[in-house]
């Protein structure tokens, strides 16, 4: 009994270590290799089809492709890292989940000054990489949600490593930091709202300062705290090359003209304007749409493809609401300004949607149309005290979704979960991404078909999600207490060891809370389509770094 004991407090060696995270990484090289793409030719134009047509483009060297209403409406590395899979020859969810595994190596070696053994630290990486929600089926979309995670993960672990490494030596400080750089700045080019990354980059470069300062006799004090620049030059960076490849193809210095310039500030315009009667999900309703046709000029020619052209409304328009919703208007918006010519260059239709809000503001400030808040330029929904208690609800029920790992099956079963994709397509797919398509249907049903080998693989992986949805739980209340207790000696004794960790911690457990705070605002006011595992698939990882080192972590003085 005592020898099975020691066997168990034996810690890894180096040698084991590196063995045992080569074996997970071919582990879930082994999953991307088994798993279909699934994918609906004609049925995400906006999203899948977008960044695989973008992806394309650049494989043939022509950037983006021809410039339409779509081109720039989202941040598109996606579409380059689709590109760079293909030019290495990489199948892409091969790609992904050796993305996702580097990321949760690099966390776990992050945490290395407060987690000594590598028995602790493998035990982060294992949890970390075989996370379900890595694997879930919307993972198998060619979508850009395939590698946000791994891309927050990078930001996270870059800041924690130089956190825990700031009182040491310079050369294993600045890596951390360029680490959270590129996390920061991929994960800006990647979704518009990668943006929601900052507050974590920003206070922990705070804690940072705070604790280079007040360390006596630390050497380079000033190299230290210039190095915190390091994070917001990389981000510089990634920023500034798409604006620029942009200008030189389309004649805009942006990432997108979506989610930033003239067209968020002509949507955040129009959204100002009071409503007759407030309508939830609505942000522009039909009554405000008329007085803005009156009073903007610039709008009439947008009234028949809005109010009269069919197709658009079927199309676009919500059946519940009767109208058009926040997740859709800004969508038909630019459409219509495509049917009018408007979208032939980026230069022209960034100068039209400015004309639009200066118009839209003007009549408001003359007193032609009333605003309901004051000067706005963002296409996201205006925060309302009737969405403040479904926000909050639908956030507790986020939190404790992703706590559970529920919808993370890794592959799509039952029906209708089949890709609607003719033979032709799904080999175009195939030949450009290097995994298979989901479009072969079990006879007589709508059911996807995979050979027995590959459901093996799926069971073996879908069995983890019973395991995480019990065991991640209760180390996350675990790690409540430890937390707790420690923060509660720390008090009594007024000894600070260890607060450093603590913060970081919190820190994480707080940007998860941000998260599910987001996607519940985005759910109750645009989106609602229910609790979407995919928009909250950032929250996982934070989830399982909490609990695993919020129990294994050891501060200490020089942590």
Known sequence: MNKLTSIFKKDLSRRAFWVLVVVVFAAKAVLGYAQNIYITVGGAPLDDELMFKAAQSISAGNWLGEYNYLTLSKQMFFAVWLAFCHAVHIPYLIAGQLLLCGAALAMAQAFAPVLRTCKSRFALFAALAFSPAAAASFTLRVYRDNIFPSECILLFAGMIGAAL???????????????????????????????????????GTAVILVAILREKGLDHKLVRCLAQAVPYGVLAAFVLTISAINYTHYGVFTTSDFSEGSFAAAYGAMTRVEHEEWKPLVPVPKDVREKLYDAVPQLQPLRYWLEEYVPFQIGFMSKEVGDYQAGSFYWVLRRAAQEEGIYETAAGAERYWQTVADAVNTAIDEGVLTASVGKRSSTTPIIRAEYVLPTLQETVRSFFYCLTFRDCSCYCSGEGSMSQALPEDAKLYRDYLGNYVNYAAIEGTGMPYYGTRDLWIYHCFDALIYLYAWLIPVLFAAALAVQLR????????????????????????????????????????????????MYLASVHPLLITYAVAGVLAKPGEKA
């Not at 750089?181 to 507050?199: K, S």
């Not at 720390?490 to 060891?497: E, G, H, L, V």
């Not at 607060?499 to 006011?525: D, N, S």
């Open 486 to 533: 420690r923060l509660i000696r720390m008090i009594r004794t007024k000894n600070a060891d260890g607060l450093l960790v603590w913060l970081i911690l919190l820190g994480v457990l707080g940007m998860a809370l941000l998260r599910c705070a987001m996607i519940a605002f985005m759910e109750v006011a645009a989106f609602n389509i229910g609790t979407y595992v």
């Open 165 to 203: 490494r700031c009182k040491r030596g310079l050369r294993g400080y600045w890596p951390w930091l360029a680490l959270a750089g590129v996390g920061l700045g991929t994960a800006r080019i990647t979704r518009e709202d990668g943006i929601w990354l900052l507050p974590f980059a920003l206070v």
